[in-house]
């Protein structure tokens, strides 16, 4: 623990001042409002969120929310790897996906919200609009991580004619897992945060966003504790994806060299 | 033999051989030296068939040791090595006769230059392959390290007969482990030399500052 601390003392100091900054700029906002319906107080807020903490309901709400941002998430990823590996394998692939990711990526999702709605229902819709925000983003990491493979790597695959099999299993895939677990928590983290505005504007009732619609602009305290909530759990996912990128992966830490 | 005949090679406007050709021997070591961007890298490329080429060039199942390792990072050293083989008799005893036995576990992230660099060599000659290509393979090796490599491999690469083209431009690398010696200057072969004495190191030097001016 010593250790920890003292080989990470400046990135815990950065953060306790990042942390002290925002709060500084929340009470200089409250001081300055001085009108706790449009600003709740950082007080308020924080006894807020422990009396949420309290509800079952709010559990309840929480889990459907992660598990509609998760099935997003693996869906996504799932997609999104299948397509972009062959996407680097052959070239026709590469050129027949590109504007079809282009234009999912340009598409107004709140707008296609409506007809998502009329077909499916409150708990499908929110998954779909985060799977068409969260499926170009994650394409293009496969591709980026995919095309990052040293060239000099792919070469020595050629030399020593590995069987396609070979070169996915034992040495494309595991180069591009460290970066895109580290994506991971990133992608988690903003699934949530699309899927929770999917929900405040289809009304689902069980969930996070619905909880936020519902409090709208009588209980704001209540309002900004979901907000915080959803900003700590976001932040939890990322740093725990990131630590577990760096642990599981000893092959990309450099330890003290030989010789 | 392994034949290249009349080979063409060009990169954009700028010609690295016109009409070149080449015999290597079979079972014997041949070490072709030059100076920069006379086209030895440019050979070793086209006899493992990684650049297009025009002219005839024997296919021959080829092994590789690059100038630096191309260790695939994910994998431990042993790994990297029973990608290419599962001879594990030879992978330790020349794992032993290069002194990286204890290495073998490692990643390559953890491993010294040199250390990777024979783990690379140990890779190229355990893949089973007629012809072993190295290109520079003992640049990152210190003196001392170097020329115990050199004598370890040389002896092996006779008692085994293979056939070998390596590529350097360390005129003494080119002595202690040749049985042919060839310079190339301008993508053609200004010195050729099957039978060596104690002189070739001087004629060589002598042609190389030549070849410079």
Same mark, same amino acid.
């Given at each position: 623990m010593k250790a920890y601390l003292k080989r990470h003392f400046a990135s815990i100091i950065c953060g306790i001042i990042a942390l002290v900054?925002?709060?500084?700029?929340?009470?200089?906002?409250?001081?300055?409002?001085?009108?706790?319906?449009?600003?709740?107080?950082?007080?308020?807020?924080?006894?807020?969120?422990?009396?949420?903490?309290?509800?079952?309901?709010?559990?309840?709400?929480?889990?459907?929310?992660?598990?509609?941002?998760?099935?997003?998430?693996?869906?996504?990823?799932?997609?999104?790897?299948?397509?972009?590996?062959?996407?680097?394998?052959?070239?026709? *692939?590469?050129? !027949?996906?590109? @504007?079809?990711? +282009?234009?999912?990526?340009?598409?107004? =999702?709140?707008?296609? %919200?409506?007809?998502?709605?009329?077909?499916?229902?409150?708990?499908?819709?929110?998954?779909?609009?985060?799977?068409?925000?969260?499926?170009?983003?994650?394409?293009?990491?496969?591709?980026?991580?995919?095309?990052?493979?040293?060239?000099?790597?792919?070469?020595?695959?050629?030399?020593?004619?590995?069987?396609?099999?070979?070169? *996915?299993?034992? !040495?494309?895939? @595991?180069?591009? +897992?460290?970066?895109?677990?580290?994506? =991971?928590?990133?992608? %988690?983290?903003?699934?949530?945060?699309?899927?929770?505005?999917?929900?405040?504007?289809?009304?689902?009732?069980?969930?996070i966003g619905g909880m936020i619609q519902y409090a709208g602009y009588e209980d704001l305290p209540r309002l900004f504790a979901l907000t915080?909530?959803?900003?700590?759990?976001?932040?939890?996912?990322?740093?725990?994806?990131?630590?577990?990128?760096?642990?599981?992966?000893?092959?990309?830490?450099?330890?003290?060299?030989?010789? | 033999?392994?034949?290249?005949?009349?080979?063409?090679?060009?990169?954009?406007?700028?010609?690295?051989?016109?009409?070149?050709?080449?015999?290597?021997?079979?079972?014997?070591?041949?070490?072709?030296?030059?100076?920069?961007?006379?086209?030895?890298?440019?050979?070793?490329?086209?006899?493992?068939?990684?650049?297009?080429?025009?002219?005839?060039?024997?296919?021959?199942?080829?092994?590789?040791?690059?100038?630096?390792?191309?260790?695939?990072?994910?994998?431990?050293?042993?790994?990297?090595?029973?990608?290419?083989?599962?001879?594990?008799?030879?992978?330790?005893?020349?794992?032993?006769?290069?002194?990286?036995?204890?290495?073998?576990?490692?990643?390559?992230?953890?491993?010294?230059?040199?250390?990777?660099?024979?783990?690379?060599?140990?890779?190229?000659?355990?893949?089973?392959?007629?012809?072993?290509?190295?290109?520079?393979?003992?640049?990152?090796?210190?003196?001392?390290?170097?020329?115990?490599?050199?004598?370890?491999?040389?002896?092996?690469?006779?008692?085994?007969?293979?056939?070998?083209?390596?590529?350097?431009?360390?005129?003494?690398?080119?002595?202690?482990?040749?049985?042919?010696?060839?310079?190339?200057?301008?993508?053609?072969?200004?010195?050729?030399?099957?039978?060596?004495?104690?002189?070739?190191?001087?004629?060589?030097?002598?042609?190389?500052?030549?070849?410079?001016?």
């Open positions: 900054i925002m709060w500084a700029v929340w009470f200089i906002a409250c001081k300055i409002v001085k009108n706790e319906y449009v600003i709740p107080s950082v007080k308020q807020t924080f006894g807020e969120l422990f009396k949420l903490l309290g509800e079952a309901f709010f559990y309840r709400a929480l889990l459907r929310t992660l598990e509609k941002s998760l099935i997003a998430f693996v869906i996504s990823f799932v997609l999104a790897g299948s397509i972009a590996l062959p996407s680097k394998l052959f070239k026709g *692939v590469d050129g !027949v996906m590109r @504007p079809i990711i +282009a234009v999912i990526r340009t598409l107004p =999702t709140m707008a296609v %919200l409506i007809p998502i709605i009329l077909y499916t229902n409150r708990f499908t819709a929110p998954i779909i609009v985060a799977m068409l925000v969260l499926f170009p983003m994650i394409y293009a990491q496969f591709k980026s991580a995919l095309d990052n493979i040293d060239e000099q790597v792919v070469r020595t695959a050629k030399v020593f004619k590995l069987t396609r099999r070979q070169k *996915v299993v034992k !040495v494309y895939f @595991p180069l591009v +897992a460290p970066n895109l677990l580290s994506h =991971t928590g990133s992608n %988690l983290s903003f699934a949530i945060k699309v899927v929770i505005s999917a929900e405040v504007m289809v009304m689902t009732y069980t969930s915080l909530f959803a900003v700590i759990i976001g932040i939890v996912i990322e740093t725990t994806f990131h630590l577990l990128s760096k642990k599981l992966f000893k092959w990309t830490r450099a330890e003290g060299k030989n010789d | 033999m392994i034949k290249i005949e009349n080979l063409n090679k060009k990169y954009g406007e700028k010609k690295v051989f016109e009409n070149f050709s080449l015999e290597i021997e079979k079972g014997k070591i041949t070490c072709i030296l030059g100076e920069s961007g006379c086209g030895k890298t440019t050979l070793l490329n086209v006899l493992s068939r990684l650049t297009d080429f025009e002219g005839r060039v024997d296919e021959v199942n080829c092994s590789l040791v690059f100038q630096t390792p191309n260790l695939f990072p994910n994998l431990t050293a042993k790994q990297n090595l029973l990608l290419v083989s599962n001879d594990l008799k030879k992978i330790d005893a020349l794992s032993n006769e290069l002194s990286v036995a204890d290495k073998l576990n490692s990643y390559p992230k953890h491993l010294s230059g040199g250390e990777a660099q024979r783990i690379s060599l140990i890779r190229g000659i355990i893949f089973d392959a007629d012809l072993l290509l190295m290109d520079e393979p003992f640049s990152s090796l210190d003196l001392g390290v170097k020329f115990r490599t050199i004598t370890a491999l040389k002896k092996r690469f006779k008692e085994e007969k293979k056939t070998v083209v390596m590529v350097t431009h360390d005129v003494k690398e080119a002595v202690e482990m040749a049985d042919r010696i060839i310079l190339l200057s301008g993508g053609k072969i200004v010195y050729d030399n099957k039978n060596l004495t104690k002189k070739t190191e001087n004629e060589l030097f002598g042609l190389l500052i030549g070849t410079n001016n």
